[in-house]
């Protein structure tokens, strides 16, 4: 019989994952989230699964929009998931960039993808079992990030019709199929 050693989280990206990617995204009116986001995320619940998002925002570093402007959207967005009964475990995110306009955040940063540490500190923040968690993201440096980290299931979603995909990664043309993949993946009984 397995036994649970740490719990367990499903690890989303935002842009492209949660919310249409529509370039810098960091207000509310131009939030859409993604068809399908809600009921993955309530499967991964049910799973024992806890959504916790990872989120590059280099657009603070660029002076898009401000550190207040992305905490009022994440706010919103928040309470966007509460009104469906879902609770997300933390967001973390990442403001700096190598290129940044604004000096305060221009330099490398252990925590932008594909660098891990950002899903490190959730690791010991919610003292996950990375080897058993999954993340969702749609670009390589998330599934970089992931595998750096220790990710046990790194799936990229991909925005297309799927036609081929590669023997060693998960990729996924739309939520909903990640969504009845996990609930495969982590049927049976689980220890919560
Ligand atoms: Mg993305």
């Known amino acids: ?30 939030f859409e989230f993604l068809p399908g986001i809600f009921d993955l995320c309530r499967i991964a619940l049910d799973a024992g699964l806890l959504p916790i998002i990872i989120t590059n925002q280099a657009g603070i570093g660029r002076g898009y929009y401000s550190e207040d402007d992305f905490q009022t959207l994440t706010e919103w967005m928040l309470g966007e998931f509460r009104a469906r009964r879902i609770d997300i475990g933390r967001v973390y995110h990442c403001p700096y960039h190598p290129e940044a306009g604004l000096s305060e955040y221009r330099r490398e940063s252990f925590d932008r993808k594909p660098n891990p540490g950002m899903i490190l500190r959730a690791r010991d923040d919610f003292g996950l079992d990375l080897s058993r968690s999954v993340l969702v993201g749609d670009k390589d440096s998330d599934i970089e990030a992931g595998r750096a980290a220790g990710v046990g299931f790194n799936i990229k979603l991909l925005h297309e019709p799927l036609t081929a995909s590669a023997p060693d990664r998960l990729e996924f043309g739309t939520l909903q199929a990640i969504r009845d993949w996990l609930a495969r993946a982590f049927a ?5």
């Open 188 to 192: 049976g009984p689980v220890a919560r």
């Open 1 to 30: 019989m397995e036994v649970d050693t740490g719990n367990k989280a499903l690890l989303l990206d935002r842009d492209g994952v949660i919310n249409v990617d529509k370039g810098y995204v960091g207000r509310v009116e131009a």
